[in-house]
């Protein structure tokens, strides 16, 4: 504690002692359903019992049948349904009247290592482990004894001539001994009734009960305060410092992680994210079937490289119309059938290929047509169209997603490979269905030539894209110079065009509708129209929510919420179904937000998005001002300590109240190892 400047001064020191003389028989009771400044101290207490192998507890407290606010009507009207009018010793209220109530204990928790009972008393904290922590209900038993009751009075008035009946019938039981497997005998131990028997099987012990004034009471409080403050003989919180810490952070090597399983329905992203890449791909793609590559890239973690991402999306998936496509053998496996008719996997994967294999020939196929030829159930063909297909009124089945051209701009060599992938299913599917691709060829098609790129006109096409990109955003710099507004139209981009942004669209290619080959796709270019309207201002309006929410967020965060956003849209609905970073970066700053140049150490192994670090600088409010005054000094270091913050605010503002420094580093910072960080900079 000798550093000046430390945030967190130690001012006082407390001796804690550990006492055990409780320590088997402290039990924590609280009552859910009974406000807090209504306590059970000063009712009377009739009886108490437990059943401590259990921990289950039931007590009896007496209801004051003389307070104003006690319906005596219903009191009576409750007794006479649980007793009748006999009046013996075996009756539930003896008075007549509902004058007593039980309570039920449930256990709040299993497991009580974690939680004890704390005196202060003299400058010492004394600590007593708890055994249970039980939450006391009011039990309605006695409503299944009036059940009883009724149901014995409705038999007794149906009794007669069927009663005499079935005694006349000689009905004789027979008892069948068969030995009793061992998985039988597994469901028979853990079934309710044999857990309900078990139960029973404890006695009660019966107990008395003794008020908080007790003497008794006080008494065993005393027990909560260790007997013996002698440190040899409490030995258990005397460590050493390396002791203390193994016992705060025990090794790595002793914790048993059990790998997740994805489930078939609900992802659950923390547990997904420890799962290796493959596996986290293929439980996406299973999951939501049809996706674009940049959603995919959306929910895996972020800085996950997305050359490994493909090489993997490529084990699991089949490019369809430019978008990744669940293969059919991960859904169908093998020695596996279908849940609504029982065909085996081999003869489900052959029609669903051919139902994929014609999505790449057009956007729209027919149902009955489809069913003709792979002649299957049609269960499982609605199947099949519901993973990858909308209908439509008088068009069919249409595909789910709006051609992705840009991704097959990008990776050609990748769209080429599953081209040819297509071609070798399509061969296979000619010989057992007996058809030819000519008979599905739209009227008036030509068939495209092959393409075959060589490696030095891949080099040229990626030069010529780098010099057009950077044209167009020249041209898109200037517009906004000049104030004019930016809006978007859909054209046709020809081959001599520079290339668009990084927005796909919903028409499709000529030639081939898969995307390859194909001519040029039409795309989001930045002039006028509606299309780029909505996007525009869907974009936006995300933007401004999301930093309202977070207040700073690097590049790659951002991506990954707007990934998370997008997947959560219904599929195809989406206005934006891929955007480039130096869109998403124009809009962030077109909506009151700026870039802080937070100078990151020279050895910092943050990833670039991870190193573009933008902040809500204009809300309206009067905290703006501290907000900029903070980004200021994270322009200046990447990490701050939080006395140098508190002083440059009331040089700048005068005395600032700790609640509003607090409010301020919560919504953009983080703490790590005493120093405040921009929220995503912290480097591990």
């Not at 991402?309 to 020695?335: E, F, H, M």
């Not at 030069?463 to 978007?488: E, P």
Request: net charge negative.
């Amino acid at each position: 504690m000798a550093s000046g400047d430390d945030d967190d001064p130690i001012i006082e020191e407390i001796d804690v002692y550990l006492a055990k003389s409780l320590a088997d028989k402290l039990y924590l009771f609280q009552y859910p359903v009974r406000p807090s400044n209504m306590t059970y101290d000063d009712v009377n207490h009739l009886s108490a019992k437990i059943k401590p192998k259990q921990q289950k507890v039931e007590l009896e407290m007496a209801i004051d049948i003389m307070s104003p606010n006690y319906c005596r009507s219903k009191g009576e009207q409750i007794a006479l349904n649980v007793d009748g009018t006999t009046c013996d010793e075996t009756n539930t209220y003896s008075v007549k009247m509902m004058d007593k109530q039980s309570f039920t204990s449930i256990q709040a928790t299993t497991n009580t290592s974690r939680y004890a009972a704390a005196v202060f008393r003299k400058g010492e904290l004394h600590v007593t482990p708890l055994t249970g922590i039980l939450q006391m209900r009011p039990s309605f038993s006695y409503l299944d004894k009036a059940d009883t009751k009724t149901r014995e009075r409705e038999a007794a008035n149906e009794g007669g001539d069927s009663d005499q009946e079935e005694a006349e019938e000689d009905v004789k039981a027979i008892t069948v001994f068969s030995p009793e497997s061992e998985q039988a005998r597994q469901r028979r131990i853990q079934s309710y009734e044999f857990l309900q028997k078990k139960q029973a099987e404890e006695p009660w012990a019966h107990l008395r009960y003794h008020g908080v004034k007790d003497g008794r009471s006080e008494h065993e409080r005393q027990y909560l305060f260790c007997q013996s403050v002698d440190a040899s003989e409490n030995s258990e919180l005397v460590k050493t410092p390396k002791e203390y810490l193994a016992m705060l952070m025990p090794p790595l090597a002793e914790e048993k992680v059990v790998k997740p399983v994805g489930p078939s329905n609900v992802l659950s992203m923390a547990q997904l994210r420890t799962l290796p890449l493959g596996e986290q791909v293929k439980t996406l793609m299973k999951n939501v079937k049809v996706m674009p590559f940049a959603n995919l890239m959306g929910l895996l973690a972020s800085g996950t490289d997305s050359t490994a991402a493909l090489r993997c999306i490529q084990q699991v998936a089949l490019l369809v119309q430019g978008n990744w496509v669940v293969k059919s053998d991960v859904l169908y496996p093998k020695n596996t059938c279908s849940p609504h008719s029982g065909v085996p996997a081999e003869v489900l994967c052959r029609g669903r290929d051919f139902v994929m294999w014609r999505f790449t020939l057009e956007r729209s196929v027919m149902r009955k047509e489809i069913a003709s030829i792979i002649k299957l159930p049609p269960e499982d063909v609605k199947e099949f169209l519901e993973h990858v297909a909308v209908p439509r009124v008088n068009r069919g089945w249409e595909f789910l997603l709006c051609t992705d051209a840009e991704f097959i701009k990008k990776h050609p060599d990748i769209a080429h490979r599953q081209h040819m992938l297509w071609l070798g299913i399509q061969s296979k599917l000619e010989k057992v269905f007996n058809f030819s691709k000519d008979d599905f060829r739209p009227k008036n098609s030509q068939l495209p030539d092959p393409v075959h790129v060589s490696g030095e006109q891949r080099l040229k096409t990626a030069h010529d894209r780098a010099q057009g990109n950077q044209s167009s955003l020249q041209k898109d710099l200037d517009t906004r110079r000049a104030g004019s507004s930016v809006h978007v139209k859909q054209e046709p981009v020809s081959d001599g065009e520079d290339e668009p942004m990084d927005t796909s669209s919903s028409s499709v290619p000529n030639g081939s509708v898969n995307g390859y080959p194909g001519d040029a796709a039409p795309a989001f270019d930045h002039t006028n129209g509606d299309g780029g309207n909505a996007s525009s201002s869907e974009l936006q309006d995300f933007v401004i929510k999301t930093f309202r929410k977070h207040f700073v967020l690097t590049l790659s965060e951002f991506k990954r919420l707007l990934g998370l956003h997008m997947a959560s849209m219904p599929l195809g609905w989406s206005v934006f179904p891929s955007i480039s970073d130096h869109m998403l970066q124009d809009a962030i700053l077109l909506c009151q937000c700026k870039q802080i140049m937070v100078p990151f150490p020279a050895q910092t192994t943050a990833a670039p998005d991870e190193q573009k670090v933008f902040a809500l600088w204009e809300t309206g409010e009067k905290s703006d001002m501290h907000r900029r005054l903070l980004y200021e000094l994270f322009n200046k270091n990447y990490r701050i300590r939080r006395n140098m913050i508190q002083v440059k605010l009331s040089q700048e503002f005068g005395d600032v109240p700790k609640a509003d420094v607090d409010r301020l580093l919560h919504e953009c910072c983080i703490s790590h190892a005493g120093m405040w960080y921009l929220k995503g900079t912290v480097q591990s």
